[in-house]
Nanobody
Framework: QVQLVESGGGLVQAGASLRLSCAAS????????MGWFRQVPGKEREFVAA????????YYADSVKGRFTMSRDNAENTVNLQMNSLKPEDTAVYYC???????????????????WGQGTQVTVSS
């Protein structure tokens, strides 16, 4: 089992920045690729970003590329999502997820991930 706890959400104005964190506990953190997803009411969970075990490889959704940066600290068992130039359409509940599959492929859908956090709300006002 892997337990994931997100933090850092909040209410900001358009153009501002937020930094989300996800603390992991349980099994060996470096065994997992990590991802961030987001969800608004009535819609499916949407892929945002993913990172490999070392932090040396990342992948982003087109909608956040150039504005969001995902990183991980394996010594602290955390992953972060730095979100800059936030837009109202970034408003969602953001979820951290862990993918225990072997290989370098990043999954862009929920089913590819084994463990999920409870989510943190991000609201961007115009």
């Amino acid at each position: 089992q892997v337990q994931l706890v997100e933090s850092g959400g909040g209410l900001v104005q358009a153009g501002a920045s937020l930094r989300l964190s996800c603390a992991a506990s349980g099994r060996t953190f470096t065994n997992y690729k990590m991802g961030w997803f987001r969800q608004v009411p009535g819609k499916e969970r949407e892929f945002v970003a993913a990172i490999n075990w070392s932090g040396g490889l990342t992948y982003y959704a087109d909608s956040v590329k150039g504005r969001f940066t995902m990183s991980r600290d394996n010594a602290e068992n955390t992953v972060n999502l730095q979100m800059n130039s936030l837009k109202p359409e970034d408003t969602a509940v953001y979820y951290c997820a862990a993918d225990g599959s072997i290989g370098t492929r990043f999954y862009l859908v929920e089913v590819g991930y084994d463990y999920w956090g409870q989510g943190t709300q991000v609201t961007v006002s115009s």
